[in-house]
């Protein structure tokens, strides 16, 4: 079955700090998608990244970098030299390609809270 | 403008009354699908459509209805709504395929009293 896990609920780092939240997967589907999520204090759901199974290549955007690992199932979320505006909670998300349940399945979240 | 938007964003309600809150969207997306977003639980999914008249169960479809008759829309009803359904729900669209993102919703604030 498919399962997210976001084992971090909360984590406070001091502004410029590097922080990492990490998410570990389940699924049985050899195609299946990753995908990260922002949820900012006003609430609202924010997409920041896709990653499909088969590529495995690490991305970077900015401050952000993302660290997918198929033998290990995770797929990780990196802060470099984080800002306050970085406190949100953080969702991570598998969709399964082939098994046609077309299911979304989202972690707990981790909250982050970058103080000044 | 793109957007997903439901209505009401806040509603007090009491236990039995049954409520109705609609989701529309303008992106011509096939895929729509609710959450419901509670603390420590993260975003579970109740209900996803996958086109018009073709819906699915999520992982908490228990005392909640949805229906699909036109691509656009997507309203998520309760019938007898009780406490526990208290709670912050979220509707998304996506176009087709396991690999889109989704985009979501203001989200709606239901207490049920």
């Known amino acids: 079955a498919q399962k997210v896990t976001q084992a971090q609920t909360e984590i406070s780092v001091v502004e410029k700090e590097d922080v990492t939240l990490d998410c570990v997967y389940e699924?049985?589907?050899?195609?299946?998608?990753l995908f990260w999520y922002k949820q900012p204090p006003s609430g609202e759901l924010v997409f920041l990244i896709r990653r499909n199974s088969f590529d495995e290549q690490n991305e970077i955007s900015g401050r952000y970098s993302w660290n997918f690992q198929k033998s290990t199932s995770s797929f990780n979320f990196t802060i470099t030299a984080s800002q306050v505006v970085d406190s949100a909670v953080y969702f991570c998300?598998?969709?399964?390609?082939?098994?046609?349940?077309?299911?979304?399945?989202f972690g707990t979240g981790t909250r982050l809270k970058v103080l000044a | 403008e793109a957007q997903v938007t439901q209505n009401p964003r806040y509603l007090i309600t009491v236990t039995g009354k049954k409520l109705t809150v609609t989701c529309s969207q303008n992106m011509n997306h096939e895929y729509m699908s609710w959450y419901r977003q509670d603390p420590g639980l993260g975003l579970r999914q109740i209900y996803y459509?996958?086109?018009?008249?073709?819906?699915d169960k999520g992982d908490v479809p228990e005392g909640y209805k949805v229906s699909r008759k036109e691509k656009r829309n997507f309203p998520l009803i309760l019938e007898s709504p009780s406490p526990n359904q208290t709670s912050l729900y979220f509707c998304?669209?996506?176009?087709?395929?396991?690999?889109?993102?989704?985009?979501f919703g203001d989200g709606t604030r239901l207490s049920i009293l």
């Open positions: 699924t049985r589907d050899t195609t299946y998608y």
């Open positions: 998300a598998l969709s399964e390609g082939l098994s046609g349940t077309y299911k979304y399945i």
């Open positions: 998304a669209s996506k176009t087709g395929g396991s690999n889109q993102p989704q985009h």
């Open positions: 459509s996958m086109n018009v008249e073709v819906t």
